[in-house]
């Protein structure tokens, strides 16, 4: 059964804010560095998501990228599998190179950094996420890992004790009679679905980069190779850089979800996304957005939001 948009990982907000910036401003190295971490860590997500699907004589069910909240706290899930009336909670590191453990905290090797500690994070995601399922009146047990995807990652001192599978350890683990021989049942359904539901999308990062409007470049990006487009008919764009066509509609749906992520507190009015895309006319702004978004107030005041 397919829980879209959850099965499979999601690229996460840092990625797609970065590369709704990419061609609007000039990042810092600082910039740089966490969008290369962010998208680290999304292929990570993403080799394990693979690997399981490969191991898995049956259709696993799985679900992955969750932002969920519990006691006014919210908190972010790797991976979640329901097997045999327990969920197994993953959180995906993909680290490479030596790190040791000293007096109960984390370094890289590499200069002797001290680095968060995954285990702190998954215990905080554990107990939030025990209290969400009591709040469903859920009594599944869970049961905890770190899981470290890149086979070049080492790890010194870490106690057998530790809720941990290393790359070599995986196949090993998640044997061919690990995944329980039935299909998921009506209440594994359920429970995926409710856990689904209470996806909380507008859960932000701390870390992304700082940029205000006024700053950005204006205009309509390319999809294919986010070049920016120029006006070619009354009814086409196309991208001063491939060559591509489109029609203005599509290209300006797809300037405002760029600016709906970049601004999420930002409401849509025609004078704002008119700006934002910079070689487009108020009329055939007002036009798109009349066909697609439900219009809201009157006047100076009219703004639209998504149709229900």
């Known amino acids: 059964m397919d829980f879209t948009p959850h099965d499979k990982p999601l690229p996460p907000v840092a990625m797609r804010v970065y590369k709704a910036l990419r061609s609007r ?48 706290s919210k908190f972010q899930i790797d991976s979640l599998l329901l097997n045999d009336q327990s969920i197994y909670l993953f959180e995906v590191k993909n680290f490479s190179g030596d790190y040791y453990i000293r007096n109960n905290n984390w370094y890289a090797r590499s200069g002797n950094k001290e680095i968060n500690n995954p285990f702190i994070q998954l215990k905080r995601s554990e107990s939030l996420l025990r209290q969400l399922l009591s709040s469903l009146n859920i009594s599944y047990s869970i049961i905890p890992y770190v899981v470290f995807i890149n086979s070049e990652f080492t790890l010194f001192n870490a106690s057998m004790n ?14 061919r009679d690990f995944f329980q021989r039935f299909p998921p049942s009506e209440t594994d359904r359920k429970i995926a679905t409710l856990l689904t539901k209470q996806h909380k999308e507008d859960v932000r990062p701390d870390l992304l980069p700082q940029y205000t409007f006024d700053e950005l470049r204006k205009g309509v990006k390319c999809s294919g190779c986010e070049g920016f487009m120029e006006l070619a008919t009354t009814k086409t764009l196309k991208c001063n850089f491939c060559g591509v066509f489109e ?3 599509k290209g300006v749906l797809r300037a405002i979800d760029e600016f709906c992520l970049l601004f999420p507190q930002e409401r ?24 697609f978004y439900q219009r809201n107030g009157n006047g100076k005041a009219t703004y639209y939001t998504f149709k229900e």
């Open 25 to 72: 401003k000039v990042f810092t190295e600082e910039d740089k560095a966490l969008y290369v971490s962010a998208k680290r860590g999304y292929d990570g997500e993403l080799k394990f998501y693979h690997f399981l699907k490969e191991v898995s004589s049956r259709d696993p069910l799985l679900l992955h990228s969750l932002s969920l909240e519990s006691n006014n």
């Open 162 to 175: 530790l809720p941990l599978l290393f790359h070599s350890q995986l196949r090993r683990f998640f044997h």
């Open 247 to 249: 029609s203005i509609d």
């Open 268 to 291: 849509i009015t025609t004078s704002t996304i008119a700006e934002w895309c910079n070689i487009l006319s108020k009329r055939t702004i007002r036009r798109v957005l009349s066909k």
